[in-house]
């Protein structure tokens, strides 16, 4: 009697954990669903984007020529994400135009076309090969600086002096201003804006960014502007490197 008695005692306890165990999975399933919908009515967004929360308005005053490439890198790469972007560029120029992910604001110049243009040919001349002396090229090289200074000052009086155009800027509400600090136009609207100032450089003259961060910079192995070296220099090439490297911290 008592082995039939134990029998049935262990028939109950195995049902017992056999029902405490469908129970278990039961509830891991519908834990789990509940999971996969939670994630399917996420409304995170994906990889690539921003959320609302941390959107903002970016101004952009950029450097024309060269310099533009950075700048205008970084201002579709906010745009795409979703930040509002606003680019200020004259209404002539060498390489800045509008773009898929940015809006552009524009201002007049007291120069044409024709005189950028004629300012990109005696550049495109000033750089090819020929074969003036050392000295006569580098009196070239500055000769023509002057005269892209002369165009970079006149660029930025004409926005700098446009009352309108800063007004209108003032209201919209800026958080920041990314900028060339090559030229401090985009600092000094920042400035009058009271907001904050993104500094993306490419380089200065006289070899100021270097000086200015501490960057190691020897005339031994890095070339200086204007004499066509590589970082593989000859004796020769260096004692030139050298003096020119010399040559350009005079100005500082």
Same mark, same amino acid.
């Given at each position: ?57 970016? $101004? ?8 533009? %490439? ?16 606003? =680019?200020?560029? +004259?209404? /002539? ?14 201002? @007049?110049? @007291? ?7 004629? &300012? $990109? ?17 580098? !009196?070239?090289?500055?000769?023509? %600086?002057?005269?892209? #200074?002369?165009? /970079?000052?006149? #660029?930025?009086? !004409? ?5 309108? &155009?800063?007004?209108? $800027? ?10 060339? @600090?090559?030229? +401090? #136009? ?13 500094? &993306? &450089? ?5 070899? $100021? ?6 960057? @190691? ?22 004692? =030139? ?12």
């Amino acid at each position: 009697m008592w082995k039939a008695a134990v029998f049935v005692f262990l028939l109950l306890n195995m049902e017992k954990q056999v029902n405490a165990a469908v129970d278990k999975k039961s509830s891991r399933t519908e834990e789990h669903m509940k999971t996969e919908e939670a994630e399917a009515n996420d409304t995170n967004p994906k990889s690539g984007t921003v959320s609302p929360a941390f959107l903002g308005n970016l $101004l952009v005053v950029p450097m024309d020529g060269s310099h533009w %490439i950075g700048i205008k890198a970084m201002a579709q790469e906010m745009g795409r994400r979703g930040h509002g972007v606003t =680019v200020v560029m +004259p209404e /002539i120029t060498m390489r800045m135009g509008p773009g898929k992910h940015y809006n552009t604001v524009t201002y @007049p110049l @007291p120069y044409d076309k024709d005189y950028v243009d004629s &300012l $990109l040919a005696s550049h495109k001349d000033v750089m090819k090969k020929s074969a003036k002396n050392f000295l006569e090229k580098i !009196s070239s090289h500055f000769s023509q %600086i002057k005269k892209s #200074t002369g165009l /970079i000052h006149t #660029t930025a009086e !004409s926005l700098l002096f446009n009352d309108s &155009l800063i007004s209108h $800027l003032a209201q919209q509400r800026f958080d920041a201003v990314l900028t060339d @600090p090559v030229v +401090p #136009t985009g600092s000094l609207i920042a400035r009058q804006l009271g907001i904050p100032t993104i500094n &993306l &450089l490419r380089g200065i003259p006289c070899t $100021l960014d270097t000086q200015s961060s501490g960057c @190691p910079s020897p005339p031994s192995y890095v070339p200086r502007f204007f004499t066509g070296y590589t970082d593989k220099m000859s004796f020769k090439e260096r004692a =030139v490197n050298t003096l020119v490297s010399y040559c350009s911290q005079i100005c500082l």
